[in-house]
């Protein structure tokens, strides 16, 4: 038998949260005014009768409790719910006073009353969730789907719902037309038998009719039809869907950040970390200028040619950590700790990644980003186009960073396997770019400083 409690938990989290609000709201009056007894004046009766309208209204109004079995995890539904809460309380605010009630209600313990309010309801969400999933992996409250027209994407498929076992998704088999022809009668009773929840059809595999008789069949068997396009290769490539009219188009992103909002949240996160980082560190670089200028002779900058995004040469900015004239002695890449270019101060400025600070304002200036893969001089550039031309190809679509996932993992490059292993690495950021991972990047990179593990 089919299971149909798709709305179970949202009704369970709807019923649960009105409920948390009002013992959260009451708890905090019986304590701050120290009463003893349940008698309440209007006013508080009133509070509550208006609050519980305001929340009905703004979880309306956001959508808070709809939700897929796919979005229905712990990080979706806490952001859902604590936008509703700070709505919620900006309008129960903003009424109080308009009524000029808003001093009745201290601030505070407005403050606390929403404080125990999204405490108790992330806890629950955490333990109705936990509940949830161990509920689903013990073999309860299970979806059946089966797959039309591929093996290969069965694979997919299995290995999506496999590795998610929390989903709850069961895989029933697989069904095959013969040939051209559309065997209505064999695939009802296939789906009957089956007790199909959803049929995920590979497009590229059916034909127009056999897709509109799968689509007459489920309406019937109520299953739910996924149709899946045959991206052909390039599936890893990020995808998004726009109509035009009523024809769905999709469009692969063939770069990273190609919509302008990210390559706006990026670049103004790259120019307030760099000025920030600027001013606050001020007293860093001066420290640092006067090491290199006491230990070596020459400048205390380093300026070297770079190949940026799209190929375009730009000049970067390092402190000087080699000797002067250190390129007269033939070698490419650094040798590590036996280097003998570089100077005494260089090792600790390299291993710290000081050396690397003046990038800000190769960053500032906008040939540079705070994380992105290495900007690399002519002679790694004619490397790696031997070695991995797709994929150096590839990285040269953004602009190089200071930091970046193959500098974490891998640190200056010595030879060209731990050149191509760099890049590998930061393939991996071009695949899956978020404020969120940069940051984390970022903090990655001072703990390597701190701790001086650089290479």
């Excluded at 299953?223 to 024809?247: C, K, S, W």
């Amino acid at each position: 038998m089919k299971s149909r409690s798709t709305s179970l938990p949202s009704k369970t989290h709807l019923w649960t949260d009105i409920l948390l609000l009002n013992a959260s709201f009451l708890a905090v009056h019986l304590v701050w005014f120290d009463n003893t007894s349940i008698e309440l004046d209007n006013r508080f009766i009133n509070l509550l009768l208006v609050g519980n309208l305001l929340w009905i209204l703004t979880i309306y109004s956001l959508k808070t409790y709809h939700f897929t079995r796919l979005s229905y995890n712990f990080n979706d539904q806490t952001g859902n719910f604590l936008k509703a809460a700070l709505l919620h309380a900006f309008s129960l605010m903003a009424f109080l006073y308009l009524i000029k009630q808003g001093e009745v209600y201290s601030r505070l313990q407005m403050g606390l009353s929403y404080t125990l309010f999204v405490l108790t309801a992330t806890v629950t969400r955490a333990g109705l969730l936990l509940s949830l999933k161990l509920y689903r992996q013990a073999g309860y409250n299970f979806r059946s789907y089966a797959v039309i027209g591929s093996d290969e994407l069965i694979d997919v498929i299995k290995d999506f719902y496999t590795q998610r076992p929390e989903l709850g998704y069961r895989y029933s088999g697989l069904f095959e037309f013969r040939s051209d022809t559309t065997d209505e009668a064999a695939l009802e009773q296939y789906m009957e038998l089956n007790k199909l929840n959803y049929i995920y059809c590979c497009l590229s595999q059916l034909t127009d009719e056999q897709v509109r008789c799968i689509i007459r069949v489920g309406e019937r068997q109520r299953t739910q039809v996924r149709l899946v396009p045959d991206f052909r290769g390039f599936m890893t490539n990020l995808a998004t869907i726009e109509y035009h009219d009523v024809y769905p188009v999709i469009e692969v992103s063939t770069k990273p950040f190609s919509n302008m909002r990210e390559q706006t949240v990026k670049r103004v996160f790259d120019l307030a970390f760099s000025l920030t980082v600027m001013m606050v560190g001020f007293p860093v670089f001066l420290l640092v200028i006067l090491a290199v200028k006491l230990t070596s002779k020459g400048p205390v900058f380093f300026l070297q040619e770079r190949s940026g995004q799209w190929g375009q040469i730009f000049k970067i900015y390092k402190f000087r950590s080699m000797y002067v004239d250190a390129d007269k002695m033939g070698m490419q890449h650094s040798q590590g700790d036996h280097d003998p270019r570089i100077t005494p101060i260089g090792h600790f400025l390299r291993r710290s990644r000081l050396d690397e600070l003046p990038q800000f304002l190769n960053v500032i200036k906008g040939d540079m980003s705070i994380v992105g893969p290495r900007p690399l001089f002519k002679y790694d550039v004619d490397m790696l186009m031997q070695a991995a031309p797709h994929e150096f190809k590839k990285i040269l679509t953004v602009k190089p960073g200071i930091t970046s996932i193959g500098q974490i993992k891998v640190g200056y490059a010595t030879n060209i396997t731990e050149n191509v292993n760099r890049l590998k690495y930061d393939l991996q950021y071009l695949s899956k770019y978020s404020l969120r991972q940069d940051i984390s990047l970022i903090f990655q990179t001072v703990m390597v400083m701190v701790l001086g593990r650089g290479k």
